[in-house]
C-alpha cells in the first residue's frame, strides 16, 4: 500500500497553528529542530519576514485530521 503524504497542518503538533509540525510530518523531519531553525532564521532576517511567511502558510495550508 502507498500512502501519500500531504502538506497540512498538524492538530496535535502545534505551537501556534500547526504549520511548522505539518510541514515536518509530511518530510519527515523532526518538528522541535525545524522549529528552532524557523526561529534562528526569522531572528537573523529581522523577525517581520519569517511572521509573514508564518501568516501566509497558516491561511494557504489546510489543516489536517
Known amino acids: 500500500m502507498n500512502v501519500t503524504r500531504t ?3 498538524s ?3 502545534r505551537m501556534i497553528a ?3 509540525g505539518g510541514i515536518a510530518r ?6 522541535t529542530a525545524l522549529r ?6 526569522s531572528i537573523a532576517s529581522v ?3 519569517g511572521i509573514l511567511v508564518y501568516l501566509i502558510l ?7 485530521d
Open 47 to 49: 523577525a517581520f519576514p
Open 36 to 41: 528552532i531553525i524557523y526561529v534562528l532564521l
Open 58 to 64: 497558516w491561511l494557504l495550508i489546510p489543516e489536517g
Open 18 to 20: 500547526g504549520v511548522v
Open 7 to 9: 502538506l497540512s497542518r
Open 26 to 31: 509530511r518530510f519527515g523531519w523532526n518538528s
Open 11 to 13: 492538530r496535535h503538533d
